[in-house]
């Protein structure tokens, strides 16, 4: 039969001669044709390409895909059971990939678990530069195929397909050395569609001691907890094949992502309930020990699990990776023992006995060695990385609050220590090593070490706050808060240093005299050390202090007498100069030059006060035009922009040549105003920020910060952007503005717009929605600015849209010092009067134009019944009105022309609910039925072509019902005259979804049949069937399959 079809219609699964819904998995009829040989389109080719990524910013996955030729090889396949957060389980089929690094599911196979997804964009790149994108990450448990505690949670990119790869090779029968053994994948030889991608670290978790092979074509099979694996050569040795990679790029994504957050103008994110619950648990948790120092509990989340599956399996073989990298360096190896044998001794770390039975207790720490060539103190430093999954999926800071964010915002610290004219910084020495942790937490810190490679690995554990944990730096940065709110009476200068002039372990700070310095100075020493912190690496800009310091408290720069730069906030400071310089190491690209190293370079520029913004607006908008290119990530670019780039890299190498001074000129009594200019360009807009300083009759200007944005791809017209432009520098003023150091200065925004003017000025609801939304933000944003008009060529922000080269910018007096009227002791601008362009404003006004109106008259239903969806409640409800009435006008002594018998129960009564349905239907129909119901109570005939004439409606009790002969038969009244209701009619609406819910979700006619014996419903089953399609419950045994017919 099947070869008498005729249909050319297949598997869209397999390409059989079958229907879809009826494919078997696995099912290996219609997989090859009759020679055996698996036969693949030139579609599912992918070429062969031997350039490498760096796999620090790229995953790769690889997997096999055959060609049309004899020889085969089998890939690594499991049969899982893939199942949801909500208990739905299937069974699908895995490829387990040594070389991924990432692991992927198929959309098909998200849609039949229905996985809650979470929005991501990450690349996924393949050998030969095929690109392709994954838009979302869901998380599963798999299990193995057989009975098994064994369960892995599983976090994943969602991809429409992994590979084609169609296992196909002979009689399994004749490998002996499999037989008996529990299989991975049973159905190994048979072809079936890969859902699940299995990454390198799966694989780390699953094998197992345990490795068989069966001969030089045979393939072999590893012992997994998922079963035994088979992989390898299964035939004679093949002639080609094809490879399938996938790369995901991950870690320019996230350099891509701090890179455009610098430009944000800084704000303060409002707390989530997490970080809420994160406080309280701290504040209840946090005790002082009888050293002073504090402890504090891990805030972890309420479903901690109790049991870190194989945890120490992972911890060891990162140990045994780290000591082969000591063998290839050896000072690494001393640098690292030492500050692992220091962490021993000051007691932040001890040596534990934990039975083998109860290391599924503890969750062990992997940890490596980070290098800081710029340290002077530490420059080695070990790091633990508690984001590393067990053997079932779960990672330690998933299970813990992070807490909020107590850093202040980078640029308003840098501000604010720009305002001493003696200043000094210091670092607190390992800060998170100083608070303590509670001993029931000490478990989920557990370690391994072993300083000679020839004894056995030795169980430790952290006893304080560590590096490579989420809550880490809320835990940290707390305690010091704490230890400011406890003891900071008594030294109120360090306490102000704390909440104010410091950043993580940073503190940037300074007085306006040295007696004040020394004292803020020593209050801080002993504030910190009442908790057990301590300073160091001490530097300051007046030599009076620095004299007053132990040699071994300064930082190591400041006891040469050469003037070097100083590491601040990333930031070099030059305390004899003080000035701040931009150490810029930009390595010259090498070829090939693609737009992923160059957006990766851009991306690695850290200006955070936007103090070379024209310099870097041309990156921005370079960075821009390569997306116009539409070329891939690892394309080389063409030979213009390749000289573009050339160009930048050589006109970055003099930046280190720009200065900038850090002291702003303000002393106490200094009057402030803050002056604010914004700009825009086709290509970019921007917004710029200036102190000015009037002292002794003396004005000094000062640049303070500056944010760009790149125009968008959609195109906007130019007095659009200028008002961006206005927005942005409206948000810059305002997070100065709400500082303590800036609250009192007078702010003066400027703009070369008339048009931005003329809408700030004006009625936000004039204007479309656009402008009316922006103009309403900068008003809320800034209520007390003075806005002001300036001339384009006096304005400092058109240099940051067009950009400029850096020896351009190092000689510009209107960028670092503003105008020329700014530094004038004479205010010119407080008497200008502007009159604005209504030119410009023309295009974005509301046109008034004149219409004809006519009046309709249109009949409408009662707006009570719009408040309900209920047929059932609506008449209750009435019932509850209808009985306030009567019983308000029995009080009154008052006659209503309704009729309502109220009942006296406080229960609604039969009786009751009829009268209100009557009331229903009378208020419909002198709603929607007025003139109608005015020629019946007339005594007047309706018009022939009326709808209604040919029922001869009569008006009984105040309701018109259908009249005609049936008053002679011998029915009820109801059904011999049955209440005229419009199909249009709300009230109609909900009687047809009270009946169907009523008849069990009946059909039409059985619908019709029951209203039709009190109603008269013009298309009546037309208004049933629309009804019905609303149903869910309708719609959902419509839409199901037909069960295919066997035979």
Not at 539 to 548: A, C, G, P
Not at 864 to 871: G, T, V
Request: charged share 20%; hydrophobic share 40%.
């Amino acid at each position: 039969m099947l070869r008498d079809c005729k249909s050319t219609a297949t598997c869209f699964t397999c390409n059989g001669k079958h229907h879809t819904l009826i494919h078997a998995p696995f099912k290996k009829d219609g997989a090859q044709n009759s020679s055996g040989k698996k036969k693949v389109s030139s579609q599912e080719k992918l070429e062969y390409s031997e350039e490498t990524v760096s796999p620090q910013s790229v995953l790769a996955t690889t997997s096999y895909n055959t060609q049309e030729i004899s020889g085969e090889a089998l890939l690594a396949t499991a049969s899982i059971r893939a199942s949801s957060s909500d208990g739905q389980c299937t069974i699908v089929r895995a490829l387990v990939d040594q070389c991924a690094q990432s692991s992927f599911v198929t959309e098909a196979l998200c849609q039949r678990l229905c996985l809650k997804k979470r929005r991501v964009n990450v690349p996924v790149s393949g050998i030969g530069q095929g690109l392709t994108n994954s838009r979302s990450e869901v998380e599963l448990a798999i299990r193995p195929h057989f009975p098994s505690k064994f369960k892995l949670m599983l976090k994943a990119y969602v991809l429409p397909t992994i590979t084609s790869y169609q296992p196909s090779c002979r009689d399994p029968k004749i490998w002996s050395h499999i037989q008996g053994l529990q299989l991975a994948d049973p159905n190994f030889e048979r072809p079936g569609r890969i859902d699940v991608l299995l990454s390198t670290q799966i694989h780390a978790r699953i094998v197992q001691e345990g490795l068989k092979t069966g001969g030089e074509n045979a393939p072999i099979t590893t012992k997994s907890r998922l079963g035994w694996i088979l992989s390898g050569s299964v035939d004679e040795p093949r002639q080609g094949g094809t490879i399938v990679c996938l790369q995901t790029d991950g870690q320019l994504d996230d350099l891509l992502k701090s890179f455009w957050e610098i430009e944000e103008p800084p704000h303060a994110l409002p707390w989530s309930a997490e970080d809420k619950l994160c406080e309280a648990h701290y504040q209840k948790n946090t005790i002082l020990l009888a050293d002073g120092r504090y402890q504090v509990q891990l805030p972890a989340k309420p479903e901690m699990p109790l049991d870190w599956d194989n945890s120490r399996q992972i911890a060891r073989s990162c140990l045994l990776s780290l000591e082969r990298k000591f063998n290839r360096n050896p000072s690494l190896r001393v640098e690292y023992s030492s500050a692992i044998t220091q962490m021993i001794e000051s007691n932040q770390m001890r040596k534990v006995d934990i039975p083998p039975e109860n290391y599924g207790m503890h969750y062990f720490l992997p940890h490596h060695a980070v290098v800081k060539e710029s340290s002077t103190t530490t420059r080695v430093r070990p790091v633990f990385n508690a984001s590393a999954r067990n053997a079932s999926g779960q990672l330690l800071n998933e299970h813990l609050m992070t807490g909020p964010n107590l850093l202040p915002q980078l640029v308003l610290v840098l501000a604010h220590w720009r305002c001493y004219p003696i200043a000094f910084v210091a670092d607190v020495s390992k800060m998170y090593l100083q608070v303590r942790l509670h001993p029931e937490d000490w478990k989920l810190q557990s370690i391994l070490w072993r300083e000679d490679p020839r004894k056995d690995i030795e169980n430790y554990v952290l006893n304080t706050v560590t590096f490579g944990c989420g809550p880490s730096a809320f835990l940290a940065s707390r305690t010091l808060r704490k230890l400011a709110e406890d003891d900071g009476a008594k030294f109120p200068l360090a306490t102000s240093v704390i909440h104010n002039e410091m950043y993580m372990d940073d503190v940037l700070s300074g007085a306006f005299d040295v007696g004040t310095a020394v004292q803020k100075r020593n209050q801080l020493n002993l504030l910190l050390l009442s908790g057990g912190f301590s300073l160091a690496k001490w530097m300051t800009n007046d030599s009076n202090l620095l004299s007053s310091f132990e040699s071994s408290d300064l930082a190591k720069e400041a006891t040469l007498k050469v003037s070097l730069g100083f590491s601040v906030l990333g930031l070099v400071w030059e305390p004899r100069t003080d000035v701040f310089r931009f150490n810029v190491t930009l390595e010259p690209l090498s070829a090939p030059i693609t737009k992923r190293k160059v957006l990766s370079s851009i991306a690695g520029m850290f200006d955070p006060s936007g103090w070379i913004s024209p310099v870097l607006i041309t990156l921005k908008i370079f960075m821009q035009s390569l997306w116009l290119l539409t070329k891939e990530w690892d394309t080389p670019l063409p030979d213009a922009e390749i000289e573009k780039w050339r160009a930048f890299e050589v006109d970055l190498q003099e930046l280190p040549s720009v200065t900038i001074p850090r002291w702003n000129g303000y002393m106490p009594g200094t009057h402030i105003e803050l002056h604010g200019f914004a700009d825009a360009s086709k290509f970019a807009y921007a917004a710029v920020l200036y102190l000015r300083l009037i002292c002794q009759g003396q004005a000094r200007v000062t640049l303070l910060a500056s944010k760009t944005k790149v125009a968008p791809l959609k195109t906007l017209s130019i007095p659009r952007l200028e008002l961006c432009a206005a927005h942005l520098l409206a948000k810059l003023a305002a997070s100065f503005v709400a500082t303590s150091d800036f609250a009192q200065a007078k702010l003066h925004l400027w703009s070369d717009s008339k048009t931005t003017l003329h809408w700030i000025h004006g009625l936000p609801a004039r204007w479309p929605v656009f402008v009316a939304n922006r103009c309403t933000d900068i008003i809320t944003h800034v209520p007390q600015a003075i806005w002001h008009y300036v001339n384009t060529k006096h304005n400092p922000a058109d240099l940051a849209t067009r950009g400029c080269t850096v020896s351009v910018l190092r000689s510009e007096r209107l960028w670092w010092h503003g105008p020329e009227i700014l530094s004038a002791t004479t205010r010119h601008w407080t008497s200008d009067e502007v009159t604005y362009a209504s030119e410009s404003v023309a295009s974005e006004a509301p046109a008034e134009q004149a219409v004809l109106a006519q009046s309709t008259c249109t009949l409408q239903d009662c707006d009570l019944f719009d408040r309900f969806s209920s047929y059932m409640r609506l008449k209750k409800v009435m019932v509850h009105c209808l009985r306030f009435v009567t019983r308000l006008a029995g009080r009154c002594n008052l006659t209503l022309k309704l009729q309502f018998e109220a009942a006296d129960d406080t229960e609604v009564t039969v009786q009751e609910l009829d009268q209100s349905a009557r009331h229903l239907c009378r208020m419909t129909q002198v709603a929607l039925l007025p003139e109608e119901m005015q020629r019946i109570t007339d005594k007047a005939q309706l018009d022939k072509q009326h709808p209604l004439a040919k029922l001869c409606p009569i008006l009984v009790n105040g309701l018109i019902r259908v009249g005609g002969r049936l008053r002679h038969a011998a029915l009820s009244e109801e059904r011999k005259h049955p209440i005229i209701l419009p199909a249009k009619s709300r009230l109609v609406q909900l009687l047809v979804d009270y009946m169907h819910e009523k008849m069990f979700h009946g059909g039409t006619h059985l619908i019709a049949t029951h209203l039709r014996q009190q109603y008269w419903i013009p298309r009546l089953k037309n208004v049933i069937s629309a009804r019905l399609r609303r149903c869910v419950g309708v719609s959902t045994i419509r839409s199901r399959d037909g069960v295919p017919a066997h035979g």
